[in-house]
Structures are given as structure tokens and as C-alpha cells.
């Protein structure tokens, strides 16, 4: 399962900047990994989702990379914006089991 | 993407009371529905797994009989809190699987409902 701490780690940059998220997972037999955001008081909200058979995935200014090698998943944000300010969450799962959060991490982007 | 609404968004009880929490999809049938709790500045953490039409499963520590889950249609599951205490405050998110292969289900989460426990 997940593990769970009192203190978030926050990465903070300037409006315009490119961000990466970093997150190492788990389970070396996890086969599907999602990315998401949450805003403060709200739910999580779907960025983005990579397969274990695929190493990078790009969507709307934002890239996942995979590192199945050493277990290692980011998040990359072109151009990060004040909205994009959140806690971002890596999860992981293998086939139809549960997901497996990660403990997240706070994107503070200053104007 | 699906979208999962949840009601009420917020709700304050007194200590000894019940609360019903309802999750629905709004554009999806969900045969498989999740409930987690988070606290703040934490992750969220699974307490059960609902498949529509049958017993819900919970996850280690979890008493089934103080969080009651119901799923009896494809696009609505409730959480009870039965006699809720302080501790049980909390922030409380649904979430439901879209499809059916497996591998690439995607999981999305309803907005969220706020529990006070006075």
C-alpha cells in the first residue's frame, strides 16, 4: 500500500517555467500508471496515463515519462501556470487490482 | 472525461449520528465504485472497493459495520457513517472505473464530501 506523511514535498517555480514532478512507485509488477491533480478542497482530477509497455506519453502540455528500470515516474508541465498550482499524485496498479497513490507532492507557481 | 458527482459537498452532524454519502456517475455505468478517505496533507487512502449488486470489500482496518456501502445500481453507490465520532471527520472521495478491460481502466474521482463531526 501507500505510504502516507504529515509533510508534502513542494516544488515551487515562476509562472512560465517548465515543472517536473517525480514520483518512484513501488511495485515492480505494476503495469499502469495515472497522474492526477488535486486542488485544494476538491477531488482528484485525471491528468494523464501511461502503460508499462510505453516509456513516454504527451498530452496537453504535459509529458509522463517511465523508468521501469529503476521504478520511476514524472510529471512534466510546459509553461506552468498559476492554475497549475495543486497537489499532483502518482498512482500505480497492476491489471484489475486497486490503485496504489503516492504520497503527492504541492506545485506552488508564483506569477 | 466521466464525470462522478457526490452529495452533499459538505455536511456537519453531531457525534452519535449517521450520515449517507451519495457517489454517482453521471455519464457511465460504473460496475465497480471506491471509497477513500484523506486527511489533510495526506494521500488518500482506499477504504473499500464496490461492485454493483454485491457486498462491498474493505480494506485492512476498515469496520465494515461503521461504514456501511451500498452500490445497488450501475451508477450510484452511498457510504454511511453510522454513529460517527470526531475521528471520523475527514474528507471523504469517491471514485469510479470507466471500462472493462483491466489494464487501461481509468479510475475518476467524484468533487469530494467534507465531514465535520461536532
Known amino acids: 500500500g501507500e505510504s502516507v506523511g504529515l509533510h508534502l514535498p513542494t516544488l515551487s517555480v515562476q509562472e512560465g517555467d517548465n515543472s517536473i514532478i517525480n514520483c518512484a512507485y513501488s511495485?515492480?509488477?505494476?503495469?499502469?500508471f495515472i497522474w492526477y491533480k488535486q486542488e485544494s478542497g476538491k477531488g482528484p482530477q485525471f491528468i494523464i496515463d501511461?502503460?508499462?509497455?510505453?516509456d513516454k506519453r504527451q498530452g496537453q502540455r504535459v509529458t509522463v515519462l517511465l523508468n521501469k528500470t529503476v521504478k520511476h515516474l514524472s510529471l512534466q508541465i510546459a509553461a506552468t501556470q498559476p492554475g497549475d498550482s495543486a497537489v499532483y499524485f502518482c498512482?500505480?496498479?497492476?491489471?484489475?487490482?486497486?490503485?496504489?497513490f503516492g504520497k503527492g507532492t504541492m506545485l506552488l507557481v508564483s506569477p | 472525461g466521466a464525470v462522478v458527482s457526490q452529495h452533499p459537498s459538505r455536511v456537519i452532524c453531531k457525534s452519535g449520528t449517521s450520515v449517507k454519502i451519495e457517489c454517482r456517475s453521471l455519464?457511465?455505468?460504473?460496475?465497480?465504485m471506491f471509497w477513500y478517505r484523506q486527511f489533510p496533507k495526506q494521500s488518500l487512502m482506499l477504504m473499500a472497493t464496490?461492485?454493483?449488486?454485491?457486498?462491498?470489500?474493505?480494506e485492512q482496518g476498515v469496520e465494515k459495520d461503521k461504514f456501511l456501502i451500498n452500490h445497488a445500481s450501475l451508477t450510484l453507490s452511498t457510504l454511511t457513517v453510522t454513529s460517527a465520532h470526531p475521528e471520523d471527520s475527514s474528507f471523504y472521495i469517491c471514485?469510479?472505473?470507466?471500462?472493462?478491460?483491466?489494464?487501461?481502466?481509468?479510475?475518476?474521482f467524484g468533487p469530494g464530501t467534507r465531514l465535520t463531526v461536532l
Open positions: 471514485s469510479a472505473r470507466v471500462g472493462t478491460s483491466g489494464i487501461t481502466d481509468t479510475q475518476y
Open positions: 511495485n515492480s509488477a505494476s503495469d499502469y
Open positions: 501511461i502503460r508499462s509497455n510505453m
Open positions: 498512482a500505480e496498479r497492476r491489471g484489475y487490482s486497486t490503485l496504489t
Open positions: 455519464d457511465f455505468q460504473a460496475t465497480t
Open positions: 464496490s461492485n454493483e449488486g454485491s457486498k462491498a470489500t474493505y
